[in-house]
């Protein structure tokens, strides 16, 4: 007998396979949802923890930090008792000390060590200061003098100048030291790159021939002479010096120009290719 069921067709006792998966993967999915929103909001629960944390780590570090600024700024504890100053001693030293400036009672955080030793420096005999604290109460000014390189002997001054090797002139005295270039020079500002310029030629100049200068004129120009025995030497203004010294010795090598001799003569270096050497008597133009 025909059952009136078409091949293929399902009987509702044997169920519906497909409507079954889909409820599994459904059910699946949701399992995976619900792991994955345990794990993000794990994730986030740990997040929260950790910025906790920095917060609290920056806080105690903001509290240390003000508490370091308040005592060094404003606590007693902390205060300028006593000014050393080093390097240097007599007047110099205590000329520093008052130059400087340092009140005492001050906290020592507070003292603005670079205006300290620009004030100190304002004594031209001071190469350089070097302001540090020394916690827990005091501030150390160590002093470096400038070393003398000339002696300047000008036009007007009653006493001589002393100047360094950058051409700073920083002291007068009444005597000039034997070991150091006497600079004769004409009334007018002293420019510290013509001072300068006398220690280059001289530093140009071989050591032996260095040794018999005993004096150099500066004009007003700026133009260098000096005498190497009785020879006249017109240097003209400091530059070209290697090249100078160059000529210079070539001429001197020659047997009618004596530095030691008694004739006077004259060498003009002023344009050093082309030497100009007067004084030569008619025997030794032959």
């Known amino acids: ?3 009136g069921l078409r091949p293929g067709s399902r009987t509702r006792q ?10 599994t993967r459904q059910a699946g999915r949701d399992r995976a949802g619900r792991a994955g929103h345990a794990r993000f909001a794990q994730r986030a629960s740990s997040l929260r923890r950790r910025a906790r ?13 003000s508490a370091v600024v308040l005592t060094l700024w404003w606590s007693p504890a902390f205060v300028v008792e006593e000014v050393a100053v ?12 008052e130059r400087a400036s340092v009140p005492l009672g001050v906290p020592l955080a507070r003292i603005d060590t670079d205006a300290v030793a620009r004030r100190v420096e304002q004594d031209l005999r001071v190469a350089q200061a070097d302001v540090s604290r020394d916690w827990p109460s005091a501030v150390t000014i160590q002093v470096s003098l400038r070393e003398p390189a000339l002696v300047i002997d000008q036009a007007g001054s009653a006493r001589l100048q002393v100047a360094d090797g950058t051409g700073v002139i920083f002291d007068r005295i009444a005597e000039r030291p034997e070991d150091l270039m006497l600079v004769r020079a004409s009334r007018g500002d002293l420019r510290g790159d013509s001072l300068t310029g006398v220690l280059d030629v001289l530093a140009a100049l071989p050591p032996e021939t260095a040794q018999r200068i005993s004096s ?6 700026g133009d260098l002479r000096f005498y190497l025995g009785p020879v006249l030497v017109s240097w003209g203004p400091p530059g070209q010096d290697d090249l100078k010294a160059g000529v210079l010795a070539a001429l001197l090598a020659q047997q009618q120009i004596d530095i030691g001799g008694e004739q006077t003569m004259g060498v003009d270096l002023s344009t050093p290719r082309t030497p100009v050497v007067t004084g030569l008597t008619p025997d030794d133009d032959t």
């Open 216 to 221: 150099v004129r500066l004009t007003a120009d």
């Open 1 to 3: 007998m025909a059952t």
């Open 86 to 97: 080093t390097g240097v001693q007599g007047e110099v030293a205590a000329g520093a000390q």
């Open 53 to 65: 944390r920095v917060w609290t780590w920056l806080g105690v570090v903001l509290v240390l930090v």
């Open 14 to 23: 044997g169920g519906r396979p497909g409507v079954a998966g889909a409820a």
